[in-house]
């Protein structure tokens, strides 16, 4: 990078700060200086036109293009083409049954960690550092999650040493050393592991916050009654918790859906670990397939609406009982 | 997306680790009793559980770590955990992965500057106009107001990939000549700039924002905006001076919540940024570097930590907000 390369990039963020600083200015400016009547119409427009913009741009034409893109072949005929492919290719039926492995396991396993843990380290000594530390991986990238756990994955042939951790495990063991990321269908389970250790902190400080909402005085009833540490468990923390654990079990599947660089930075989808996402990336970017590549963008919307809509329903019946 | 879990935090701050600890140290002192319960709960077995979890949750980090910061010849040959048998500390990975020039190494230090500038400015960006669109939604009356609030809302339902192909078309479109043009008034400015990447940020993160900043702003008692009102205050000066300071929370939360969000995005650089040294993040030479020199581990190492490192700060640094923000936007994208 030279110096001006920095110039230059500097200049840029200054000019787009100064871009946006003038738009905004001028735009109130003008709004507080509209004629009197139809003020209010005015000011509407200025306070609101720009975001509307924006997302009428970046969102609701692109939505409609990509779902018209669907069902087009690249010539622009009407087609069903595309669906037919995503459910009939090998791969790309290996691309969805990956997705719906990925979908079962990562909500799952992680809230059941998220909970087992939250509960062993209620109102323990230290729990705010053990919170931390279960919590920390979600601020890294999944690009970085990802070299992080390539690396502990590494594998080196013949005899030469393990510089991967789970290699190293099993050569201590006696096993031969595997090639993790090439052997299928091994690996796309390697890579839920990621998304696992990325989301069991957010389920745990969810949950964890959930299970102090909890009234003591039932924890005690239940404990005069004779109950033993998992009976209190089962029935009286789990019900009280309920809306979390849908909470979060929604919101972790939605994520998971959506997952892309870990399957991206660590596999690029080869081996048989693809998944929707990191296929529509590769059918509409890599291979200029826009029409599949489209078809698989409006499947994943069609995963998602139902369970957001569910989401959005059940914070609605809590807010209502509140 | 689902805003669901913005909920959740509200109130007594449940959702933040500080603020469960606070409750935690609350309750100890307030009830005896309930604190006698709870200690029978926490058994040792349990503690050990715990334990184990934490430290499976650390290990893969620590061993990252620890590699960066080993020698190239021994990070290749042995474990990070032979630590103890092949001792041996250097700097010589980091200062490779940002300093060198030759062409072999992978010059962080352009991407870093990048991962600067498209987080900030893809932060403000929306920050702002949404923030106005919130006030506008909050404290304007007009027909259809509702309506058109419920629509912004439900835009978070559509996946970013929903919108990759279309919008990278208009881009190149519109706003391609328009870079080609600002080249050529100014040539340090490379034609490949940031411009397409700030606004595709800014688009993806307005349903969210405005979401979020409305239920903020809405709270703001109706009587502090009628007095402003009546004294003659314009919407432009009730904006600046009373709802850009009450809302100062909302909009940090929000804020960090973005630009941790940009700092850490692949997707969105990977298709608009065009993938040079111009503009690229660090993520996106991250990717690319395992992808093309994946068995490099003692540069792979380095350059992982030194991204890592700005969103761990932020984590440790402010992590009330930081939580809250999450907590908000978690399933966005």
Do not use: C
Request: zero cysteines.
């Amino acid at each position: 990078m030279t110096t001006a390369d920095l110039l230059g990039k500097l200049l840029q963020v200054v000019m787009g700060l100064a871009v946006l600083a003038a738009v905004v200015g001028l735009l109130i400016f003008f709004i507080d200086k509209a004629p009197k009547k139809g003020r209010d119409y005015w000011q509407l427009v200025g306070f609101l036109a720009p975001a509307l913009i924006f997302l009428a741009i970046g969102l609701v034409y692109p939505a409609i293009r990509t779902s018209l893109l669907a069902f087009q072949t690249s010539g622009g005929e009407w087609t069903l083409d595309n669906f037919v492919w995503t459910f009939t290719q090998p791969t790309a039926i290996r691309t969805l049954i990956n997705t719906v492995i990925w979908v079962l396991l990562v909500p799952t396993v992680s809230t059941a960690i998220g909970l087992a843990y939250a509960v062993f380290i209620d109102r323990s000594r230290g729990e705010k550092y053990y919170k931390v530390i279960l919590f920390m991986p979600i601020a890294i990238s999944f690009v970085g999650a990802g070299i992080i756990w390539r690396f502990v994955y590494e594998y080196r042939s013949g005899d030469r040493e393990q510089i991967g951790l789970l290699n190293a495990i099993v050569t201590a063991f006696g096993g031969e050393p595997v090639q993790f990321m090439q052997t299928d269908p091994l690996n796309t389970f390697l890579l839920i592991i990621v998304m696992i250790w990325i989301q069991t902190g957010f389920a745990m400080v969810l949950l964890s916050a959930a299970i102090k909402g909890v009234p003591t005085e039932q924890i005690e009833a239940a404990q005069l009654d004779g109950t033993n540490g998992w009976q209190r468990f089962v029935n009286v923390t789990v019900p009280g918790i309920r809306g979390a654990l849908v909470v979060v079990l929604t919101t972790i599947s939605i994520a998971t859906l959506k997952v892309f660089d870990i399957v991206r930075t660590m596999t690029a989808g080869n081996f048989n670990t693809s998944v929707i996402a990191n296929e529509m990336y590769t059918q509409a970017f890599r291979a200029s397939e826009v029409g599949r590549g489209s078809a698989l963008a409006l499947i994943l919307f069609l995963l998602v609406l139902p369970i957001v809509v569910y989401n959005i329903n059940v914070l609605r019946k809590q807010r209502e009982i509140r | 997306m689902s805003i669901a879990p913005a909920d959740l935090p509200t109130g007594k701050d449940r959702g933040s680790i500080e603020g469960a600890a606070e409750t935690t140290a609350l309750t100890e002192v307030v009830g005896t009793k309930s604190a006698r319960v709870k200690k029978r709960l926490t058994s040792r077995t349990a503690t050990i559980a715990a334990l184990i979890i934490a430290v499976l949750w650390t290990i893969p980090t620590f061993g990252l770590l620890i590699s960066s910061f080993r020698p190239a010849e021994l990070v290749r040959t042995t474990g990070w955990w032979t630590i103890f048998e092949n001792w041996g500390f250097t700097l010589d990975n980091y200062r490779d992965v940002l300093l060198s020039t030759s062409q072999s190494s992978p010059q962080l230090g352009a991407y870093i500057v990048n991962s600067i500038a498209i987080s900030l400015v893809g932060t403000l960006i929306p920050l702002v106009l949404a923030t106005m669109a919130a006030y506008a939604f909050a404290w304007i009356k007009f027909k259809g107001a509702g309506v058109l609030f419920i629509l912004v809302f439900a835009l978070q339902i559509v996946p970013l990939q929903m919108a990759l192909v279309p919008l990278l078309q208009i881009f190149s479109t519109w706003l391609r000549p328009m870079q080609a043009w600002l080249h050529d008034v100014v040539p340090i400015i490379p034609e490949q700039n940031y411009a397409p990447v700030w606004l595709a940020h800014a688009m993806f993160a307005l349903p969210l924002a405005i979401f979020l900043l409305h239920n903020f702003i809405a709270e703001i008692p109706s009587e502090v905006i009628e007095a402003a009102r009546v004294d003659g205050a314009t919407h432009g000066q009730i904006f600046f001076r009373i709802v850009l300071p009450l809302a100062t929370p909302a909009i940090a939360s929000f804020a960090i919540f973005q630009f941790i969000w940009v700092w850490n995005d692949l997707l969105v650089a990977l298709i608009f940024s065009g993938g040079t040294q111009d503009v690229a993040p660090l993520t996106q030479r991250l990717a690319e570097m395992v992808g093309s020199r994946g068995q490099e581990w003692e540069r792979l190492t380095a350059g992982a930590f030194i991204s890592i490192i700005i969103p761990l700060a932020v984590f440790f640094g402010l992590q009330r907000y930081f939580v809250r923000g999450l907590l908000a936007g978690s399933t966005k994208g």
